[in-house]
């Protein structure tokens, strides 16, 4: 009987695996280097390195970079849009802001569909859902026989008001569909029947550009997978924190986008609800950026503002996330005003940090810590040999020699720019909410994250960083936390104190429906479903909504409205009770329960510090340290280590500075903490 769960997660500079053995409880990792141009090759060299038997694979979990990957290189497929008359560049027009405000030369980037792509038809919805203007079918043929002859077979439907009548839409796509055979058309009341255009035409838009790319990866991966014995579902990791099957993934493969960033906020909450922390900040550094995810009170932060690029929107509900150009391999360079930057720009895979040796000559933080000794001389157990040399050689020439720094210096303070701009990420979705960060822990993962924790903590008075058994892969474990998961949503808007209660329970059952039939086909058991509704409303006058959770009873509209008073004033320090509410939007989260691991507990062993099994010298604070090295699996339950300290494990590398403490204590699957000296956990 199959026992093993396995999952991937890709990452632009590595791709990292976790097998779990459900009989005996045994964990395993292993990481192999990202294949950029072909990502699938990595999975499959993981799972080989790995020496996994497919066959005796119960569940395959995948976070991918396919999906955010494309859009942000706009390497996909052309495609066409299909509007209404006179429409035709909303998704060009916007909603007209900039992501730099004061910058009169920085402009957004283009639409996902050129402008010579993008076709006008005549019909016409009004805003309550009236057919004013009925398709002209002559017309839309002509159309579809142009869109053939231009050998479009990629093409969105986006007309005005369609969320509120689907008809005029649904015509469309079958004349397209009639007249270009085998085309992949999608309409945005399928894919988001919400109102505000550009939001609903954009996210349809990237749906549909993501389509083609999306299937054929998913696909082949499947296609492999099953040919080497695995007899399940491959299931993949989306934004909103849930898992969804490739015949899903075929149809939203928009949700795929931010997959792998949200299996490490997934997994930083699992690691803080194991330590007893119910406020906590997940920092996910890896090698190309470092990812900020927040939990307050228990619960991960969910947002339906997000985009892979500002300025086009995905309105799909997506694990909040803030994501920095600051990781391993982030480069370090002078500005054109003679002062040290590190990143956005990232030396990836390939060629890498310097230390590589694959053909990189500039600075990275990987090379900064390499020289500072603050990282060994290989990376994943040992695949990876890393040379100290080239790092100082491309320190000294970048950036020692413009700013007058010996090497030890300049890599200090690339490493405390890098440092400063995570700290500033971390104030972002922190301070700026009125949130204290010395009230959270900060939980160190990624394969850099347990490297930089510690100083980042110090610089925000943050009192304790934990970092998990294997940091490196932590965002892997986290796709095997997840279950599978659809979001609908559908606009009502009715003054919530005259609404009908069973009319709105008939709009819930609806939503309902549609979700049993998506689980049903992906052999979801009726037992194992969970529906989850949600209302969101607002005081009459106000454009922005806020969402709270609904029940099914009579009473359930009553104490939906109560519970959104009380959540407006923590929100937004203000409530108006006597202001009238308006009902906005429908939601409905649907889950379909997935077995999770059950982590052994740790075996508590001898309160005796192992032999350190090296020596050497680390910079640290301006000066170097003789600084003992440990191998984690050494290391027994219950010892508190004062720094500095280097902590040393297959993937990844833990750096306690002088100034902190290292204990590891008998949590179920977390062993390592640092706590600041002079402070309690």
């Not at 495609?79 to 998704?91: S, W």
């Not at 998913?218 to 296609?223: A, E, F, I, P, S």
């Amino acid at each position: 009987m199959p026992d093993l769960r396995v999952a991937v997660d890709a990452g632009g500079t590595f791709t990292d695996v976790c097998i779990y053995n459900t009989s005996t409880q045994d964990f395993r990792v292993t990481k192999v280097p990202s294949t950029p141009n072909n990502p699938m090759q990595a999975v499959l060299n993981g799972v080989k390195r790995g020496e996994i038997d497919l066959a005796d694979v119960e569940l395959f979990f995948h976070g991918t970079t396919v999906a955010t990957n494309a859009l942000i290189t706009r390497r996909f497929p052309e495609a066409a849009l299909v509007t209404t008359k006179g429409f035709r560049d909303v998704i060009e027009i916007r909603d007209g802001t900039k992501d730099n405000l004061w910058d009169a030369y920085a402009d957004v980037s283009g639409p996902y569909i050129r402008r010579r792509d993008r076709f006008e038809v005549t019909e016409r919805v009004d805003y309550a859902g009236q057919v004013v203007t009925p398709l002209d079918e002559q017309e839309a043929r002509e159309l579809g026989r142009k869109l053939k002859r231009r050998g479009a077979t990629t093409i969105a439907v986006c007309f005005i008001n369609s969320y509120a009548n689907v008809q005029n839409e649904q015509r469309m796509r079958e004349i397209l569909e009639e007249e270009i055979p085998g085309a992949n058309v999608s309409t945005s009341s399928e894919i988001l029947p919400e109102i505000f255009e550009h939001d609903r035409f954009n996210t349809a838009v990237a749906n549909t550009v993501l389509g083609p790319l999306v299937s054929d990866y998913v696909k082949q991966l499947d296609d492999e997978l099953s040919a080497e014995g695995y007899a399940n579902d491959l299931l993949l990791l989306h934004s909103g924190g849930g898992s969804m099957t490739p015949a899903m993934a075929k149809h939203f493969p928009v949700r795929l986008a931010a997959s792998g960033i949200a299996a490490g906020a997934i997994a930083a909450k699992h690691i803080a609800e194991q330590c007893g922390y119910s406020n906590a900040v997940g920092l996910d550094m890896g090698g190309t950026s470092t990812d900020i995810s927040l939990i307050h009170d228990g619960e991960l932060r969910v947002t339906k503002q997000w985009g892979v690029e500002y300025g086009h929107p995905i309105v799909f509900p997506s694990i909040e996330v803030l994501t920095i150009g600051a990781g391993g391999g982030s480069l370090a360079h002078i500005d054109i005003a003679g002062a040290l930057r590190n990143g956005p720009q990232s030396a990836g895979a390939d060629p890498g940090p310097a230390c590589y040796e694959r053909g990189g000559t500039e600075p990275t933080n990987t090379d900064a810590n390499l020289a500072l000794n603050r990282l060994g001389t290989s990376l994943a157990g040992g695949a990876l040999a890393l040379n100290r040399e080239k790092a100082i050689q491309a320190i000294d020439e970048k950036v020692g020699q413009s700013l007058a720094l010996s090497t030890a210096e300049a890599a200090q303070a690339i490493l405390k720019v890098a440092n400063a701009n995570m700290a500033d990420a971390v104030r972002l979705v922190s301070i700026r909410r009125g949130l204290d960060p010395r009230d959270f822990a900060l939980i160190a993962f990624g394969g850099a994250g347990a490297l930089h924790g510690a100083e980042v903590a110090k610089e925000l008075g943050i009192p304790v960083v934990i970092v998990p058994p294997n940091p490196g892969v932590t965002s892997a474990m986290g796709c095997l936390l997840v279950d599978i998961q659809h979001d609908l949503s559908m606009m009502y808007t009715a003054g919530a104190a005259s609404a009908d209660i069973d009319d709105l329970n008939r709009q819930f059952r609806s939503l309902e429906d549609e979700a049993a039939h998506r689980l049903r086909h992906e052999g979801v058991a009726d037992e194992d479903v969970v529906l989850q509704r949600g209302i969101s409303m607002r005081y009459q006058g106000q454009w922005r909504s806020l969402q709270v959770p609904m029940g099914s009873g009579k009473e359930s509209l009553k104490e939906a409205i109560e519970m959104f008073h009380h959540e407006h004033e923590r929100q937004f320090s203000f409530r108006q009770d006597t202001q009238p509410v308006e009902i906005y939007q429908l939601h409905l989260r649907a889950v379909g329960k997935t077995p999770k691991p059950a982590f052994a507990p740790c075996e508590p062993a001898a309160n005796t510090l192992a032999e350190s099994h090296a020596r050497r010298d680390v910079f640290f604070d301006g000066k170097w340290h003789d600084t003992p090295i440990y191998d984690r699996s050494t290391l027994p339950v219950g010892f508190e280590l004062a720094g500095p300290a280097i902590i040393d494990q297959l993937d990844s590398t833990t750096v306690v500075p002088p100034d902190a403490v290292a204990s590891i204590d008998e949590w179920k699957n977390i062993r390592i903490r640092i706590v600041q000296a002079g402070e309690e956990a």
